[in-house]
């Protein structure tokens, strides 16, 4: 089965060769960006469940809990809501 | 507690606090207690420009064919700008250089303010560009009231705080021999807390700097460039709020690193104590930032952007700078009124396409293509 990204309680398909916030972006999902590169930290949000991987080093101050959508990746289901 | 320029001391920087440990002695990189200064600095000089590659020539008629009161927005940013990068270019080294502990955290103050400078003098090349003269310009930012009100509230924090620790290091905190006569000239009695509170103020103050002061102008370069005037402009403030976005974000990290416990223990508790100080300090500036969007319509908006779209952009940001450092949004605002400035904003889009605009990076290579039969008369075939 492939994996699904859920984004705020709705399902999207999941691509592990883009970015988090390249996959919302491709179904229509308005995300906050800036950087695009993690370290502003426009695009934090919280993990409710899954892993992710970071594609540079997340340079934003993170919480524990918290993600960067525009520099990490996922190869399996995650679940992620908005601050 | 005077300052060394070299402590011989041996100690293990990866166990001192951010400031007010031993002085930084050898200048090590290698290891770090906080990596992400170490990442800031790297960024940072990965990020490196200078203001000269960037092709400002054809502003100069954009500027001219502005109407008055567009003008006065274009001219009066640049002057609230120069004042704010005036002070970071210098304040980030003379405030905290002196009590800093860590190395990666010592250089990556120094990164930042270089940095700064280098925003300064782009202001001077944009400014020599407009006018042959550019003196008034410059002449007026100590004599404008609205940019003077700015100017107070920013150094305040920092002029305290370097105050109080030069009587520090000059004196010690003992006061039995010398009292401390604070910067507004009234007897204080100073002790080590006292002198870290200041400092966690100094950096709620230059957060919100970095957060929120900056963007009424950027937007309004943007603005500009979106109707395709002064892009030459709006090239370099691009390149600056790609770095202001780096230094906002070291500002973030010190906060959050003192308000988590993460780094020396009193600065949590200090944190905990001034969190109603810091938010109020935020809401200021952000107030201040609407009052600056009034001053520059004061004589009639722009295409794009007036008084109340720039105030809710305000909102808009304040809310996410604050909620970054730990605070509930204050402003009801909940979507970015002027979302096309996030492309802006992007740092790995600071190329442009060549029909677009001129492309600033083909001028730091450039070679002089004007060749005479002259130059070939030594060949020989």
């Known amino acids: 089965m492939a994996s699904s990204f859920t984004y705020n309680g709705q399902e999207y398909q999941l691509d592990p060769n883009k970015t988090l916030l390249e996959n919302l972006e491709a179904q229509a999902v308005s995300v906050e960006f800036h950087c695009r590169d993690g370290h502003c930290g426009a695009c934090r949000s919280i993990l409710v469940s899954g892993n992710v991987d970071y594609s540079t080093f997340p340079m934003a101050y993170l919480k524990d809990g918290e993600v960067l959508l525009c520099c990490s990746k996922s190869n399996e289901s995650i679940n992620i809501k908005s601050l | 507690m005077a300052y060394t320029t070299f402590s011989t001391l041996s100690n293990d920087a990866l166990k001192e606090p951010m400031f007010f ?35 400002v020539s054809r502003d100069r008629i954009d500027f ?31 405030a905290l250089l002196p009590i800093v502990s860590l190395p990666e955290l010592e250089t990556w103050i120094e990164t930042w303010a270089f940095s700064e400078t280098i925003h300064s003098r782009s202001y001077t090349h944009i400014l020599r560009n407009l006018f042959t003269d550019p003196n008034e310009v410059f002449e007026d930012i100590v004599n404008n009231q609205e940019i003077q009100k700015r100017a107070v509230d920013i150094s305040y924090y920092y002029d305290e705080l370097i105050h109080a620790v030069q009587f520090m290091q000059l004196h010690g905190l003992d006061q039995t021999d010398v009292e401390y006569v604070n910067i507004q000239g009234k007897a204080e009695k100073l002790t080590l807390r006292d002198i870290k509170k200041k400092l966690y103020l100094c950096i709620c103050s230059t957060n919100a700097l970095e957060a929120i002061r900056f963007y009424v102008s950027f937007a309004c370069s943007f603005a500009f460039a979106e109707r395709d005037l002064l892009e030459g402009n709006a090239k370099i403030i691009k390149l600056i709020a790609r770095d202001e976005a780096l230094h906002l974000n070291a500002t973030q990290q010190m906060l959050n690193l003192w ?50 779209i720039l105030s809710q952009y305000v909102e808009y940001i304040a809310n996410q700078r604050m909620q970054a450092i730990g605070y509930e949004p204050p402003f009801e605002v909940k979507n970015n009124p002027i979302p096309w400035i996030n492309h802006w904003l992007v740092s790995d889009n600071v190329q442009v396409a060549p029909q677009e605009a001129e492309i600033s990076s083909y001028l730091v290579g450039q070679i002089n293509s004007s060749v005479d039969s002259a130059d070939l008369s030594t060949f020989e075939l």
């Open chain 2, 21 to 55: 440990g031993n002085p930084v002695n050898v200048a090590r990189y290698d290891q770090q207690k906080f990596e992400v200064f170490e990442k800031l600095i790297e960024k940072q000089l990965s990020f490196f420009w200078r203001p000269e590659e960037i092709d």
């Open chain 2, 64 to 94: 001219l064919n502005l109407p008055d009161h567009e003008q006065h927005i274009f001219i009066s940013n640049l002057k609230y700008q120069t004042l704010l990068d005036s002070i970071q270019g210098r304040s980030p080294n003379v």
């Open chain 2, 259 to 308: 308000a988590d416990g993460k780094d020396d223990p009193e600065m949590a508790e200090i944190a905990l104590e001034c969190f109603a100080e810091g938010r109020e300090i935020f809401l200021k500036a952000a107030e201040q930032e609407k009052e600056w969007a009034q001053y520059l319509f004061k004589d009639g908006s722009m295409i794009g952007l007036n008084e109340q």
